[in-house]
C-alpha cells in the first residue's frame, strides 16, 4: 500500500450507486470491446452507444485513440505503459458505472492478465467482455490507419498482432466478427445479450417516441 493511500479514508456519498442508477432506470454495467487494431471495436461501439441513446439509455463510451489525447497522453507502447493504460480505463470505467451508466470502452488491450484486472474490479454480471474477433489478414487488409503498413516496415515497433501479441480471451461473453456481420448485426446481437442478462429491459422506448 502506497503512503497516500495509507493516508486517506473513503468518504462516503449520500447519494448511492444505486440510487444514481435507479434514477436513470437502467442496470450500470461496462462493456468492454477487445480486439486487434483495425477489427471494428470502435465502429461497434459508437453504433451500440448510438443505439442506447436512441433507446433513452445513459451512456458514455471510452475509446482507445481518444483517451490517449487527454487522461492517458503520458503513456508509451510499452508492455507496462499499455498494462497502466488499461488499469486507468478500468478504474474511470468503474466511476462511470458508480453513476450509473453504461459504460463502453473499445481498446485492443491485448492482454488477458489486464483485462481480468479490470474485470475484477466489478461485482459479477457487470463486466461484459465484447471479442470483435475479426481475422488479422482482415485487419491488415483495411488498415484505416495505415499503422500495419509502417509496423511491417518496421517504423513501429510493439504493434499488436505484429511483433507484439494478442492474447485472445479464453471465454468472452460475446463474440462478434466485422468482417462476417454487418455492423447493425454486431450491436442487435450485443443488444440481445444484455437484455438477456438483465442489463438493458427488454423494451424500450426509442427517443422521441
Same mark, same amino acid.
Given at each position: 500500500?502506497?503512503?497516500?493511500?495509507?493516508?486517506t479514508v #473513503?468518504?462516503p456519498?449520500?447519494?448511492?450507486?444505486?440510487m $444514481?442508477?435507479?434514477?436513470?432506470h437502467?442496470?450500470?454495467?461496462?462493456?468492454w470491446?477487445?480486439?486487434?487494431?483495425?477489427?471494428?471495436?470502435s465502429?461497434?461501439?459508437?453504433?451500440l452507444?448510438? #443505439?442506447?441513446?436512441?433507446?433513452g439509455?445513459?451512456s458514455?463510451?471510452?475509446? *482507445?485513440?481518444?483517451? $490517449?489525447?487527454g487522461?492517458?497522453?503520458?503513456?508509451?507502447?510499452?508492455?507496462?505503459?499499455?498494462?497502466?493504460?488499461?488499469?486507468?480505463?478500468?478504474?474511470?470505467?468503474k466511476?462511470?458505472?458508480?453513476?450509473?451508466?453504461?459504460?463502453l470502452?473499445?481498446?485492443?488491450?491485448?492482454f488477458?492478465?489486464?483485462?481480468?484486472?479490470? $474485470?475484477?474490479?466489478?461485482?459479477?454480471?457487470e463486466?461484459?467482455?465484447?471479442?470483435?474477433?475479426?481475422p488479422?489478414?482482415v485487419?491488415?487488409?483495411?488498415d484505416?490507419?495505415?499503422?500495419?503498413?509502417?509496423?511491417?516496415?518496421?517504423?513501429?515497433r510493439?504493434?499488436?498482432?505484429?511483433?507484439?501479441p494478442?492474447?485472445?480471451?479464453?471465454?468472452?461473453?460475446i463474440?462478434?466478427?466485422?468482417?462476417?456481420?454487418?455492423v447493425?448485426?454486431?450491436?442487435?446481437?450485443?443488444?440481445?445479450f444484455?437484455?438477456? $442478462?438483465?442489463?438493458?429491459?427488454?423494451?424500450?422506448?426509442?427517443? *422521441?417516441?
Amino acid at each position: 500500500m502506497s503512503s497516500a493511500t495509507a493516508n486517506t479514508v #473513503w468518504h462516503p456519498h449520500t447519494v448511492t450507486r444505486d440510487m $444514481r442508477a435507479a434514477q436513470k432506470h437502467q442496470r450500470p454495467a461496462l462493456i468492454w470491446f477487445t480486439g486487434l487494431s483495425g477489427a471494428g471495436k470502435s465502429t461497434v461501439a459508437n453504433a451500440l452507444e448510438s #443505439w442506447l441513446y436512441d433507446h433513452g439509455h445513459h451512456s458514455y463510451l471510452l475509446d *482507445g485513440d481518444n483517451v $490517449r489525447h487527454g487522461l492517458n497522453k503520458d503513456l508509451g507502447f510499452s508492455d507496462r505503459d499499455r498494462q497502466e493504460n488499461i488499469r486507468r480505463i478500468g478504474e474511470a470505467g468503474k466511476l462511470f458505472a458508480d453513476a450509473g451508466l453504461i459504460a463502453l470502452s473499445a481498446f485492443i488491450s491485448p492482454f488477458r492478465a489486464d483485462r481480468q484486472l479490470v $474485470r475484477d474490479l466489478f461485482a459479477p454480471g457487470e463486466f461484459v467482455e465484447v471479442y470483435v474477433a475479426t481475422p488479422l489478414a482482415v485487419c491488415e487488409s483495411r488498415d484505416p490507419k495505415g499503422l500495419y503498413r509502417k509496423a511491417r516496415k518496421g517504423e513501429i515497433r510493439q504493434f499488436t498482432g505484429i511483433d507484439s501479441p494478442y492474447e485472445a480471451p479464453d471465454a468472452p461473453e460475446i463474440v462478434v466478427d466485422t468482417s462476417a456481420a454487418s455492423v447493425e448485426q454486431c450491436v442487435l446481437q450485443i443488444v440481445a445479450f444484455l437484455q438477456q $442478462r438483465g442489463i438493458l429491459a427488454q423494451t424500450g422506448a426509442t427517443r *422521441g417516441e
